[in-house]
């Protein structure tokens, strides 16, 4: 089975044409193994690249613990970069179908191969019960959550997927590692859910390290970007347009006056080989 590694500011998938490559039957199996570091490919998750009734391609996205997720920002950018640079659909404006409807991309290429690319990442879910949590609040903002013998205020928003973000003053592995995988199975989030943690920079730049449900720390979360640039509005901490730093490379974000999340950000292909199958 060929495959192609690709990554969006350093969060890593193995990606399959789902065009060209026959699956096995059991994917959530296949994403375990070919993330793996040490006996796999290596990665943050396994992506599908389907054909679709309604856009031009869809995307599947499969966390490294075999789990299927709604979305993924930085993963839905490497998506339309392969639709495009492997002429499955040679267009500047790419709908592509997730888990959470079809969005629409706009490819920024040089010679012909996309470099960047702006997500229309849709509105957020503000909803508690549809983000979902148990927290109070429409949407939960400065929501106290116990966790680790800490009370922590939390803001929670839904991309298609759950986020909670905390504002800290310094972000570190205290955090991250720490706190993250104990929000991520917090009973306040049914689904579990993914920890944000976010330093304010200025009213325009912030920096992010993210505990990914299913995944571990990423070296980025495009959903979650998006999320914590729109708490950072809802706290008043930052304007709507901010530039975001993660481990992996900087996203651009803009929540729009209409209530549509923009996002901009790289996309890189890595390598291609073959998986062998047994």
Known sequence: MQFTKMHGAGNDYVYINCFEEKLPEDISALAREVSDRHTGIGGDGLILICPSETADAQMRMFNADGSESEMCGNGIRCVAKYVYDHDIAKKEELQIETGRGVLTLQMIAEDGIVEQVRVNMGEPILVADQIPTTLSGEPPIKAELQVAGKTLEVTCVSMGN?????????????????????????????????????????????????????????????????????????????????????????????????????????????????????
């Open 162 to 278: 759950p986020h909670c973000i905390t504002f800290v003053d310094e972000v570190n592995d205290e955090w991250v590692h720490g706190i993250g995988p104990q929000i991520e199975v917090h009973p306040a989030f049914p689904n579990r859910i993914n920890a944000e943690f976010i330093q304010i920079v200025s009213r325009t730049e912030m920096i992010m390290r993210v505990w990914e449900r299913g995944s571990g720390e990423t070296q980025a979360c495009g959903t979650g970007a998006c999320a914590a640039a729109v708490a950072a509005v809802l706290n008043g901490l930052t304007e709507r347009t901010v530039l975001c730093h993660l481990p992996g490379g900087d996203l651009t974000l803009e929540w729009a006056e209409s209530g549509e999340v923009y996002m901009t950000g790289p996309a890189t292909e890595v390598f291609s080989g073959k998986w062998a199958e047994e």
